[in-house]
């Protein structure tokens, strides 16, 4: 480190800190601190690092299915923001059940400097408890008190009502998911868009776990609701609801115009392809890794929202009611 510091003409401690807390260092000087090291072949050493500071340089990442692609496109966001941060990265799953999501919170907590929930299926109270504990972080959900990088539903759901009153939809199914805060930032943005548009809400189908086999059950109550149209809580659902209702011999768009939220590749490369609203989690994901390290830095700071705009993106999965174009 003295040896970077003569050649960059700056400071031990300017390169402990271009290599520990970058942000705090002008962009020239940590440049020039980067081309030295480089050319010395300088490489920190993390456990005598960490050991010094008290900081492991991880961050960890709770997420409740893995296998879900909403999650796989956070999880590789998050990697690579991490990476850029210079953090490594602890992933986790927690499932569904908000007791052993917490257990896990507690126990990953203590072996990172930070933490990121990925859609929570935690309480409220649960997440702000974690979050007095140590750094948090939560991605996709907005819960008080806690820096969340989410995005901005109510304009998204305004604009899939929209689309769907536009097209002659008058009655509109939801099928809804697991009652945590993750599930409530839709379901309340779906309500208050159905009245602004004069759409009827038929009904909230559920609570359902977000799964495919769950999307197949919701498929045998839509009929019942004499809605024309569905908007499902995520494409895993969507997938299972167009399933469902073609092994009943309806069609999506046909009988049922089908909107899901995501917009991940599923949405894409299912047949028919999908209405989605699109939430950007590249930059959701970024965001969220980005404001962890900022309270890992500055922990006393109040708790910071961040907003990212959706967009409709339109597909094969709507028509006017009875399949019309």
Not at 235 to 264: I, K, W, Y
């Amino acid at each position: 480190m003295s040896d970077v510091a003569r050649a960059a003409g700056v400071s031990q401690s300017t390169v402990s800190r271009v290599f520990s807390l970058p942000d705090t260092v002008r962009a020239d000087t940590r440049q020039r601190v980067l081309e030295a090291a480089r050319r010395l072949e300088f490489t920190p050493n993390r456990a005598a690092s960490a050991l010094a500071s008290g900081r492991t340089r991880t961050l960890g990442l709770l997420v409740p299915d893995v296998v879900n692609p909403y999650y796989a496109e956070l999880i590789k966001a998050v990697q690579r923001r991490a990476r850029a941060r210079d953090h490594a990265l602890f992933l986790g799953e927690t499932g569904d059940d908000p007791d052993e999501g917490f257990a896990l919170a507690q126990a990953m907590a203590g072996q990172t400097d930070g933490l990121l929930l990925a859609g929570p299926r935690l309480t409220d109270a649960m997440v702000r408890e974690a979050a007095q504990a140590g750094p948090l972080a939560v991605i996709g959900a907005r819960i008080a008190g806690v820096d969340c990088s989410h995005a901005e539903l109510a304009t998204g759901m305004r604009q899939v009502v929209r689309h769907l009153a536009a097209l002659g939809h008058a009655r509109v199914v939801y099928v809804n998911g697991t009652r945590t805060a993750y599930a409530t930032e839709h379901r309340q943005p779906v309500q208050e868009a159905c009245d602004e548009y004069g759409v009827e809400l038929v009904e909230q189908l559920g609570p359902f776990d977000l799964t495919f086999d769950n999307g197949v059950a919701a498929a045998d109550l839509v009929p019942t609701s004499r809605a024309t149209a569905v908007i499902a809580h995520n494409e895993m659902v969507a997938h299972g609801v167009a399933c469902g209702l073609a092994r009943q011999g309806r069609s999506v768009p046909g009988d049922f115009s089908l909107v899901t939220v995501d917009d991940t590749f599923m949405a894409r490369t299912i047949y028919p392809a999908l209405t989605a609203l699109h939430i950007p989690l590249d930059v959701m994901g970024a965001r969220g890794v980005d404001l962890l390290v900022q309270r890992i830095a500055d922990p006393d700071t109040e708790p910071r929202h961040v907003a990212l705009a959706t967009s409709l993106v339109v597909r094969a999965s709507t028509a006017r009611p009875g399949g019309g174009g």
